[in-house]
């Protein structure tokens, strides 16, 4: 919290940066606003292949978040916080955080990102926000998770959730990627979560997980927009074929996949819901840094 005198230069904060609510200056001009960001400490990294990498870190004891939801993380850079938005893949139960991040190597924030060590800092804007949340979506059956690439973080974090398998009697994740090298960090997070006291009776009665590759052999392979229109994935899984009285869907991954999907979907008959009105469908796009 800053105790200094006022120092603005129209609404910012000379010191952090952050916008300050007029109301939040004293009599004798103090500011008494708390700085816009966490400074979280990483408590450990995994690079997963050359472009996808995942890591720890603490969560302060204030930071509320509700799974699926997205905050902006980032770095210090040049003393300057550089942020982008990132969807937790820490259930909101936990007392760390986790991400899920791709690398891209002229990426702004991405290039200092995939460098970080145990121990190194990390800003973690104060404010969860996002619709990828079960109250936007209308009472239903069966929730699909449709996701692609990094697009499983907020996945991740809403298997996490007993709500979910209270609210939904089947969960069908789906991860599509380009290489199988690319699922681990899915494959071993619900091998895991198979193995967890709480959750293992909890997914084999419930969660079906899908993963499936473009670009080489696998077990199950094409688009996931291409595998809902064939039929493919629920034939692969023996369930039923979409159905508007009990499907709800949450997706996450490209622009170019969500757009497609967002069509699929619409010419069926089901909306999409919001933070104001719940629907049958709901979007997040995934983060990209080119
Ligand atoms: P594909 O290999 O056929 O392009 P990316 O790494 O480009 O984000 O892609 C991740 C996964 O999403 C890949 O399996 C890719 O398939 C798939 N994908 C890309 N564009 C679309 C789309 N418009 N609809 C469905 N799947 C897509």
């Given at each position: 919290m800053h105790g200094e005198i006022l120092r603005l230069?129209?609404?910012?904060?000379?010191?952090?940066?952050?916008?300050?609510?007029?109301?939040?200056?004293?009599?004798?001009?103090?500011?008494?606003?708390?700085?816009?960001?966490?400074?979280?400490?990483v408590l450990s990294v995994r690079h997963w292949t050359d472009t996808l990498f995942s890591f720890r870190a603490t969560?302060?004891?204030?930071?509320?978040?509700?799974?699926?939801?997205?905050?902006?993380?980032?770095?210090?850079?040049?003393?300057?916080?550089?942020?982008?938005?990132?969807?937790?893949a820490s259930a909101n139960?936990?007392?760390?955080?986790?991400?899920?991040?791709?690398?891209?190597?002229d990426g702004p924030l991405t290039s200092h990102l995939q460098k970080i060590r145990e121990g190194d800092i990390i800003l973690v804007g104060r404010k969860a926000t996002g619709t990828l949340v079960t109250d936007n979506l209308l009472a239903g059956e069966r929730l699909l998770l449709l996701s692609t690439g990094t697009g499983l973080a907020p996945f991740a974090s809403?298997?996490?959730?007993?709500?979910?398998?209270?609210?939904?009697?089947?969960?069908?994740?789906?991860?599509?990627?380009?290489?199988v090298s690319e699922l681990s960090y899915g494959e071993e997070l619900v091998a895991k979560l198979r193995d967890d006291e709480l959750f293992g009776p909890l997914l084999s009665e419930k969660l079906v997980y899908y993963p499936t590759v473009t670009r080489e052999p696998f077990r199950n392979r094409g688009r996931i927009t291409d595998l809902i229109t064939s039929h493919q994935l629920f034939d692969d899984i023996g369930q039923p074929p979409l159905d508007i009285a009990s499907d709800r869907?949450?997706?996450?991954?490209?622009?170019?996949?969500l757009g497609e999907l967002r069509q699929l979907f619409e010419t069926r008959g089901f909306t999409e819901g919001s933070n104001n009105e719940p629907g049958h469908f709901v979007i997040e796009k995934a983060f990209v840094e080119r």
């Open positions: 230069f129209r609404g910012f904060c000379f010191i952090c940066g952050e916008e300050i609510d007029r109301s939040n200056i004293n009599a004798i001009g103090k500011i008494k606003h708390m700085s816009a960001f966490y400074r979280e400490k969560r302060d004891t204030g930071f509320r978040f509700q799974n699926g939801q997205f905050a902006m993380i980032g770095l210090e850079i040049d003393g300057r916080p550089l942020l982008r938005a990132y969807s937790m139960h936990e007392e760390e955080l986790e991400f899920f991040s791709i690398k891209v190597a809403l298997i996490k959730d007993p709500d979910v398998y209270e609210r939904f009697d089947s969960i069908v994740l789906v991860h599509g990627c380009r290489q869907i949450m997706m996450c991954g490209s622009p170019a996949m």
